[in-house]
């Protein structure tokens, strides 16, 4: 069965400083991961998506995320955090050979960015 | 684009009432999801729809819960009788089924906070 884990609960970084937020897969085939940020009393937005090709992809917001398939990982990254990142991220999968349109979201880690 | 409207953004009610939820989608999206989302259990998946039919209901909780989609534009999410355990957000979601149903991303409203005292 597909899966997604991202092991922090919570990620503080300083102001300015690079982050990453760890996001783990476990699929049968091969995948379509996505994340996506919350900020509070809002909906999920989505940041960006990995399908095929290059493994480092670059949504919205100056974030990117590397795929890494020996690793099963996808972790998303920023050069420089912003207070304004602080946030809920959310990892998901979608398994290629799934057959169901369903996302499996991870339990999400909250981005501390300190000023 | 107006994104997914839902209503009402925050609901109270006694336990036993009935509590009807409203979703309005992007339109020309196909797609359409209910999720619930609380702090043990993280976002669960509840129902979808493609083309107003439902298509997977597994993650509707019990018999309470129900979910319509009478036109392209509307969907609804009942429980009744509602009970303290459904507190929750509710959160509608809809996306594109073209031109590739796997990689498109899903739009999500701002949700509704319900709570069932």
């Known amino acids: 069965a597909q899966s997604v884990a991202q092991p922090e609960d919570q990620v503080n970084v300083a102001e300015g400083n690079p982050l990453t937020v760890k996001c783990t897969y476990s699929v049968s085939g091969n995948p379509y991961l996505f994340w996506y940020v919350q900020y509070p009393n809002r909906g999920l937005q989505f940041l960006l998506k990995?399908?095929?090709?290059?493994?480092l992809v670059k949504g919205s917001y100056g974030f990117e995320a590397e795929f890494n398939k020996s690793q099963t990982s996808f972790h998303l990254k920023k050069p420089s955090a912003l207070v304004s990142d602080s946030a809920l991220y959310f990892c998901?999968?979608?398994?290629?050979?799934?057959?169901?349109?369903?996302?499996?979201f991870g339990t999400g880690t909250r981005l501390k960015v300190l000023a | 684009d107006a994104g997914v409207i839902q209503s009402p953004r925050h609901e109270v009610t006694e336990m036993g009432q009935e509590v009807t939820l409203r979703c309005k989608p992007i339109s020309g999206h196909d797609y359409l999801f209910w999720y619930r989302q609380t702090m043990m259990r993280g976002l669960e998946l509840l129902i979808y729809f493609n083309n107003n039919v439902p298509i997977d209901d597994s993650g509707m909780p019990e018999d309470r819960f129900s979910a319509k989609m009478p036109n392209a534009s509307f969907s609804t999410l009942k429980i009744q009788p509602s009970e303290p355990r459904d507190s929750a957000v509710y959160f509608c979601?809809?996306?594109?089924?073209?031109?590739?149903?796997?990689?498109?991303?899903?739009?999500f409203g701002d949700g509704t906070r319900l709570s069932i005292l």
């Open positions: 990995y399908i095929t090709g290059d493994n």
């Open positions: 979601a809809s996306s594109l089924g073209q031109p590739k149903l796997l990689n498109q991303p899903q739009h």
């Open positions: 998901a999968v979608r398994d290629r050979a799934g057959g169901t349109y369903k996302y499996i």
